[in-house]
């Protein structure tokens, strides 16, 4: 008996675990201005960002209170995210890639996913 509770238990660990994973691997479309569109997925720390069908990593930079900074140093990728919008940058380039982008939450009041785990108020 006590071997099937022990197998019972390690499998209901590997069911929430696994649950916990796939909530980061969430994929966000985000509509922009001019018909532009970019996807994301990933927590407040790090997360991947699919422009123009190529998928580029964008880690946590600091940033002014109330928004969040992701960049990619390397390709110049650089995402500001504020309550109601974002922008995707080109900093190498110097370009904008993408204006005044919304999630479908965003486009209905809430706040962008991202800062879900992250505190860009305080």
Request: aromatic share 8%.
């Given at each position: 008996?006590?071997?099937?509770?022990?197998?019972?238990?390690?499998?209901?660990?590997?069911?929430v675990g696994i649950s916990n994973a796939n909530a980061s691997d969430e994929v966000f479309t985000?509509?922009?201005?001019?018909?532009?569109?970019?996807?994301?997925?990933?927590?407040?720390?790090?997360?991947?960002?699919?422009?123009?069908?190529?998928?580029?990593?964008?880690?946590?930079?600091?940033?002014?209170?109330?928004?969040?900074?992701?960049?990619?140093?390397?390709?110049?990728?650089?995402?500001?995210?504020?309550?109601?919008?974002?922008?995707?940058?080109?900093?190498?380039?110097?370009?904008?890639?993408?204006?005044?982008?919304?999630?479908?939450?965003?486009?209905?009041?809430?706040?962008?996913?991202?800062?879900?785990?992250?505190?860009?108020?305080?």
């Amino acid at each position: 008996m006590k071997k099937i509770l022990l197998i019972v238990g390690l499998s209901l660990v590997n069911i929430v675990g696994i649950s916990n994973a796939n909530a980061s691997d969430e994929v966000f479309t985000w509509t922009c201005s001019e018909g532009r569109q970019f996807k994301t997925s990933g927590s407040a720390e790090s997360i991947k960002l699919t422009w123009e069908s190529r998928t580029y990593d964008l880690d946590h930079q600091t940033s002014l209170p109330g928004s969040l900074r992701y960049k990619n140093s390397s390709t110049g990728h650089d995402l500001v995210v504020l309550g109601n919008k974002a922008m995707l940058f080109n900093i190498k380039t110097g370009t904008r890639l993408a204006d005044f982008c919304q999630t479908a939450e965003m486009k209905a009041g809430k706040l962008p996913h991202l800062f879900a785990d992250a505190e860009p108020f305080k």
